[in-house]
């Protein structure tokens, strides 16, 4: 069974920073892209930034550098870093994988979601 595990939400003052990370396991054979989305209340879920398996990324205009994300394909971990980060940042961050196990069909995977907030 493959699973996402994220961690590194929470709770900071605007300009801060926050580092998520997010861990695939399970009996895996490669992992294509991998990405973090996020969602705000009343909000559809958004792309933020995205990293293929040869390192290549792209960002949501709002996070450019502000974000990075980067992956250890060796752990199988991908991370976002975070910094001077706004109110308007604020939302559940998702982890986002494109794994195929060993034995079966790439398909999409999703962490559970991890609470990031922005005060001001």
């Known amino acids: 069974q493959v699973q996402l595990v994220e961690s590194g939400g929470g709770l900071v003052q605007a300009g801060g920073s926050l580092r998520l990370s997010c861990a695939a396991s399970?009996?895996?054979?490669?992992?294509?892209?991998m990405g973090w989305y996020r969602q705000a209340p009343g909000k559809q879920r958004e792309l933020v930034a995205a990293i293929t398996s040869g390192g290549s990324t792209n960002y949501r205009d709002s996070v450019k550098g502000r974000f990075t994300i980067s992956r250890d394909n060796v752990q199988n971990t991908v991370h976002l870093q975070m910094s001077s980060l706004k109110p308007e940042d604020t939302a559940v961050y998702y982890c986002q994988a494109d794994i195929r196990p060993l034995g079966s069909y790439l398909g999409r995977y999703w962490g559970q979601g991890t609470q990031v907030t922005v005060s001001s």
């Open positions: 399970g009996s895996i054979s490669s992992i294509n892209a």
